[in-house]
Nanobody, 124 residues
Framework: QVQLVESGGGLVQAGGSQGLSCVASGQTIRTYVMSWFRRGPGEEREFVAGISWSGATTRYADSVKGRFTIARDNNKNTVFLQMNNLKPEDTAVYSC?????????????????WGQGTQVTGSS
């Protein structure tokens, strides 16, 4: 079992930056693909960014490409999401997730473990 706890959410002005962290416990995430998903008000959960177990490969949703950066530190069992140039439409609950898939999947059903999420609100 892997437990995931996100932190770093808050209220950010449009154009601002915010960093999220996801700390894992229970077992190492070294062999897991890790991703961030988000669910906006009244919306379906959507893929934001993912990173391979080694960190060598990343994948981003078109809506965040060039603004968000995902990273991981396997020694600290932690995954990060740096969000720059935030927009009001980035407002959502952001959750990290772990998958045993070999490749970075964008479908939430491919992920076995989930955190509770952290709220990010972009104000205009």
């Amino acid at each position: 079992q892997v437990q995931l706890v996100e932190s770093g959410g808050g209220l950010v002005q449009a154009g601002g930056s915010q960093g999220l962290s996801c700390v894992a416990s229970g077992q190492t995430i070294r062999t897991y693909v890790m991703s961030w998903f988000r669910r906006g008000p009244g919306e379906e959960r959507e893929f934001v960014a993912g990173i391979s177990w080694s960190g060598a490969t990343t994948r981003y949703a078109d809506s965040v490409k060039g603004r968000f950066t995902i990273a991981r530190d396997n020694n600290k069992n932690t995954v990060f999401l740096q969000m720059n140039n935030l927009k009001p439409e980035d407002t959502a609950v952001y959750s990290c997730a772990a998958s045993t898939s070999i490749v970075i999947r964008t479908t939430d059903s491919e992920y076995e473990y989930w955190g509770q999420g952290t709220q990010v609100t972009g104000s205009s």
